[in-house]
């Protein structure tokens, strides 16, 4: 497997980022209450602290894997990732809320990632996005307002791409394990994630209720999506790439 085609997708990218941002009426009249304000505050606040990181230590550690092409689109990734915290900001910007410095959740998962090694904090980070996946199309969807909504589009058009991505280079990372100990790892990712998606329903509960998705569905349906990426990579280790979903040519 190689990563030519995910690197030229990323480097294709902004010129979709451009076209979507566009479209956003930034300037339109904000379309919430003060209880939807508060809930959107919240939530914002959260995504916007977790992904303003400048990965460093996960391009460091991709480094020494040698592979000079996933490297380079890595670190274009980490650079969308960087731009939806942008996104989050001018959003909470929209509703005069202030953004965070720390947080306990954001500070766990951190310390947690950088004691490992890059297949297990690329899990983590599979773990993640495809948890909040849901939230992200929830967003799009229903958000009661039309500059949240046009901001969940952005982002959950970079994500569904960042979730095949991970699960392309994991399933190269997998490739040689026996299949004992990738059902072994597949069980404690599955508690991982099952434990990521309580959290984020409980944190985020009131903002996925605004977009009109009650926290149990919201959490059945990111437990599922995360099981439907792990089968692709326990299960089929050694298949062919997914390539992006996105046409961005």
Same mark, same amino acid.
């Given at each position: 497997?190689?990563?030519?085609?995910?690197?030229?997708?990323?480097?294709?990218?902004?010129?979709?980022?451009r076209?979507? %941002? @566009?479209?956003?009426?930034?300037?339109?009249p904000v379309?919430? @209450? %003060?209880?939807? #304000? /508060?809930?959107?505050?919240r939530?914002?606040?959260?995504?916007?602290?977790?992904?303003s990181? =400048?990965?460093?230590r996960?391009?460091? /550690?991709?480094? *020494? %894997?040698? =592979?000079?092409?996933?490297?380079?689109? &890595?670190?274009? &990734? #980490?650079?969308?990732?960087? /731009?939806? @915290?942008?996104?989050? +900001? !001018?959003?909470? %910007?929209?509703?005069?809320a202030?953004?965070? =410095?720390?947080?306990?959740? =954001?500070?766990?998962?951190?310390?947690?990632? +950088?004691?490992?090694?890059?297949?297990?904090?690329?899990?983590?980070?599979?773990?993640?996005?495809?948890?909040?996946?849901?939230?992200?199309t929830?967003l799009?969807?229903?958000?009661?307002?039309?500059?949240?909504?046009?901001?969940g589009?952005?982002?959950?058009?970079d994500?569904?791409?960042?979730i !095949?991505?991970?699960?392309? +280079?994991?399933?190269?990372?997998?490739?040689?394990?026996?299949?004992?100990?990738?059902?072994?790892?597949?069980?404690?990712?599955? #508690?991982?994630?099952?434990?990521?998606?309580?959290?984020?329903?409980?944190?985020?509960?009131?903002?996925?209720?605004?977009?009109g998705?009650?926290p149990?569905?919201?959490?059945? *349906?990111?437990?599922? +999506?995360?099981?439907?990426?792990?089968?692709?990579?326990?299960?089929?280790?050694k298949a062919?790439? &997914?390539?992006?979903?996105?046409?961005?040519?």
């Amino acid at each position: 497997m190689t990563f030519a085609n995910w690197l030229a997708h990323f480097q294709r990218n902004p010129a979709l980022h451009r076209e979507l %941002e @566009s479209q956003i009426e930034w300037d339109a009249p904000v379309l919430l @209450s %003060e209880r939807e #304000v /508060k809930a959107f505050a919240r939530s914002f606040q959260r995504f916007e602290l977790g992904e303003s990181g =400048d990965g460093r230590r996960l391009l460091a /550690k991709a480094a *020494q %894997e040698g =592979d000079a092409t996933y490297l380079a689109a &890595l670190e274009l &990734l #980490v650079h969308e990732e960087q /731009k939806h @915290s942008e996104l989050f +900001r !001018r959003g909470l %910007e929209r509703i005069n809320a202030p953004t965070l =410095d720390a947080h306990w959740s =954001d500070a766990a998962f951190t310390v947690l990632r +950088r004691i490992l090694g890059l297949r297990t904090e690329l899990g983590l980070f599979l773990i993640a996005e495809t948890v909040a996946m849901g939230y992200f199309t929830a967003l799009a969807e229903h958000a009661p307002d039309p500059v949240l909504r046009g901001i969940g589009r952005r982002i959950a058009t970079d994500e569904q791409d960042h979730i !095949r991505f991970q699960i392309d +280079r994991l399933r190269q990372g997998f490739h040689y394990t026996p299949g004992a100990v990738r059902l072994v790892v597949g069980l404690i990712w599955g #508690v991982i994630a099952a434990g990521a998606a309580t959290v984020m329903a409980l944190d985020h509960g009131q903002a996925l209720r605004a977009c009109g998705l009650s926290p149990a569905k919201f959490w059945l *349906q990111a437990t599922g +999506r995360f099981q439907g990426a792990a089968k692709l990579i326990f299960a089929a280790p050694k298949a062919e790439s &997914l390539g992006p979903l996105t046409t961005n040519a």
